[in-house]
């Protein structure tokens, strides 16, 4: 993960709200991208990404930098 990706988990982790546009920005076309290859339906595409979101922020506390960096 870029030192960018991991700067903007760890503030979602301590709670920064800003930081979920900015995840948004960095990570959304790569999670639509994903959906897309998976889902058809353009509908179930954008609430599979909104959840995918959704449960980033709901975990973001259990985010460990120096898991996700090994």
Do not use: K
């Amino acid at each position: 993960m870029t030192d960018e990706g991991a700067e903007i988990l760890s503030r979602i982790a301590s709670g920064d709200q800003r930081a979920v546009s900015a995840c948004l920005d960095f990570f959304g076309p790569l999670v639509e991208m994903l959906a897309r290859r998976v889902l058809v339906n353009r509908s179930e595409t954008e609430d599979a990404v909104s959840e995918v979101f959704a449960e980033v922020w709901r975990s973001a506390g259990r985010y460990d930098p120096s898991v996700a960096s090994s």
